[in-house]
């Protein structure tokens, strides 16, 4: 998963660094030594004991009388304040060189990087939230360790990105049926997707109907019936052309009359373009009114997967994201960008065709993944 991208990611890395470091102006800082910091510290106490010793004074209501008694005592605490070992003057500082760069010459070595990341279908907003990062990182500031300094930045910056706050699913669990409505365009892997999460619903001892409200595609209901038998859940279906939101109403009804847990409802694959499809979905999310709104995408497809993501998001607010066929993305630029551009989490990845192929998606595993 995303060795691609681990491979193109670090080259260009590595690229920009060395080119950061040839470029970049040599810098001459003066560090204060540990023995001039130790006299500073004696030089404050001395101060300090000052300040006390001069309150003393202050407080003394018969200084004629009582002179002879605060002088001594006085100048005892001047002595003791002394410091004892005096600094040498040898070796009180010394240089240190680090790099500054200027913004022209960064403006200019970022574009290799750039090109880089969009080749691997990393969101325009992404590259320009690591390119600002990275910017107010080691532009017109003294670098001492450059590489170390840009692989950092670069790790926050995708931390950040990926960091869109997750659903809790086994809250969300808690009510009963908790109905889930799956949306996506043809051939994302949506109905394997749905009975992927049927069986880990299954897993997690809680009954399931499904919903076989794709009335549009021929064989959808089949499909996902084939899936409901190997699972053993019942599924509700009406007939190819028949109105999909009647089907999701009529299996949330099923749930609510059997005492089933989940519902998990299948839709048509639409085009986010085509405006009599999106009016048919809203219909359904009207009709079902689901906790959950899930979107399905290919993680493959890379800036198209983003861009849909973000028009089902636009028409009806989806709530979480299902990346589909992980296991095969060489190059992650969906899987790094999609939470970022729509601000809805990844939920779940897509691992392979089997039931138990799918896992939670976990951003600390991305980042390890593409080696920061």
């Known amino acids: 998963m995303f060795k691609f991208l681990k491979n193109k990611l670090k080259n260009a890395v590595d690229k920009f660094s060395k080119k950061v470091e040839e470029e970049a102006e040599d810098v001459e800082e003066i560090e204060t030594p540990k023995e001039e910091k130790v006299v500073e ?26 002179k002879e008694e605060i002088e001594p005592a006085v100048e005892e605490e001047k002595k003791d304040s002394e410091p004892r070992d005096k600094p040498k003057k040898k070796g009180f500082f010394h240089k240190i060189t680090s790099k500054k760069i200027s913004e022209k010459k960064f403006e200019d070595l970022f574009w290799d990087l750039e090109v880089m990341l969009l080749e691997n279908n990393v969101a325009t907003e992404v590259i ?17 360790k450059v590489s170390e300094t840009i692989q950092t930045s670069l790790r926050e910056s995708i931390k950040e990105v990926l960091n869109v706050e997750n659903i809790d699913l086994e809250k969300k669990l808690e009510k009963t049926p908790l109905v889930i409505c799956f949306l996506g365009i043809n051939g ?5 997707t749905i009975a992927k999460f049927a069986k880990m619903m299954l897993d997690k001892k809680k009954t399931v109907v499904l919903a076989a409200a794709d009335t549009f595609r ?29 089907v999701a109403f009529d299996a949330i009804k099923h749930a609510e009359a059997k005492g089933i847990d989940v519902v998990l409802i299948d839709t048509a694959g639409r085009l986010h373009s085509n ?13 079902a009114n689901p906790d959950l709104k899930i979107f399905v995408g290919e993680s493959i497809t890379g800036n198209d997967c983003v861009e849909q993501a973000t028009k089902f998001n636009e028409a009806v607010e989806i709530d979480g994201i299902i990346l589909s066929k992980a296991d095969i993305d060489e190059k992650g630029g969906a899987a790094i960008s999609v939470s970022y551009v729509t601000g809805k989490p990844i939920m779940y990845l897509g691992m392979g065709q089997e039931y138990k192929d ?15």
């Open 41 to 66: 510290k004696k030089q404050k106490k001395i101060k300090e004991k000052e300040k006390k010793v001069e309150k003393k004074q202050e407080t003394v209501v018969e200084k004629e009388t009582k």
């Open 128 to 144: 320009e939230k690591i390119k600002e990062d990275l910017k107010e990182n080691i532009v017109d500031k003294p670098i001492k």
């Open 188 to 192: 994302s892997g949506k109905t394997t």
């Open 218 to 246: 021929a064989a959808a209901i089949d499909q996902l019936q084939e899936h409901a038998d190997k699972l053993g859940v019942k599924m509700i279906k009406h007939d190819y052309g028949s109105d999909p939101a009647a």
């Open 275 to 287: 405006a009599n499809l999106v009016d048919e979905m809203k219909k359904i999310i009207r009709v």
């Open 358 to 372: 799918i896992e939670e998606f976990n951003s600390e595993k991305v980042l390890k993944t593409l080696g920061l």
